[in-house]
């Protein structure tokens, strides 16, 4: 559906004005569709993308600040994050040998199992994305890479 239909606002300043809302609006609709399947698994977006960096990373540890600087939101609070997947035996924070100042985060079993299941809900969902080609796809991808310069 059209942003103007989706959003009732008939005319924009310009197509750049009308760009600008519309990222920000399809961007809520890619977070609505995360957060819903989600939460079946009891994680918000922000707990999956620490596992999904800790499964990359498998079957090393890492620190913190490792995960901090490969988190997709910048205003996450890593440590909190981690702590609330401790808790759900997702992953294991241990100190580190080297430096006792900083801890280390591996994911568990468990977390690697969750995320299998994850994925292939996501390949279904993902299949929204079909209604373009691969080329289109590319293309959206390159513009966006360009506008963040």
């Known amino acids: 559906m059209r942003l103007e239909e989706e959003i009732k606002q008939k005319k924009f300043k310009d197509e750049f004005h009308k760009l600008f809302i519309n990222l920000i609006y399809?961007?809520?609709?890619?977070?609505?569709?995360?957060?819903?399947?989600?939460?079946?698994?009891q994680l918000t977006s922000q707990q999956y993308?620490?596992?999904?960096?800790?499964?990359?990373?498998?079957?090393?540890?890492?620190?913190v600040n490792l995960i901090v600087n490969r988190m997709?939101?910048?205003?996450?609070?890593?440590?909190?994050?981690?702590e609330k997947l401790r808790k759900k035996e997702l992953v294991e924070r241990r100190e580190c040998p080297s430096d006792r100042r900083?801890?280390?985060?591996?994911?568990?079993?468990?977390?690697?199992?969750l995320l299998e299941k994850i994925d292939k809900e996501l390949t279904v969902q993902g299949n929204r994305f079909k209604q373009i080609s691969e080329k289109e796809a590319k293309t959206v991808n390159d513009i966006l890479d360009k506008l963040r310069g």
């Not at 399809?26 to 698994?41: E, I, Q, R, S």
């Not at 993308?49 to 620190?63: A, D, F, K, M, T």
């Not at 900083?102 to 199992?113: C, P, R």
Request: without cysteine.
């Open 49 to 63: 993308n620490v596992l999904r960096i800790l499964r990359g990373q498998y079957p090393e540890p890492v620190s």
């Open 72 to 82: 997709l939101d910048k205003m996450s609070n890593a440590s909190r994050l981690v």
């Open 102 to 113: 900083q801890a280390e985060v591996l994911i568990t079993k468990s977390g690697l199992s």
């Open 26 to 41: 399809t961007g809520n609709w890619v977070k609505n569709l995360d957060a819903a399947l989600l939460k079946k698994h």
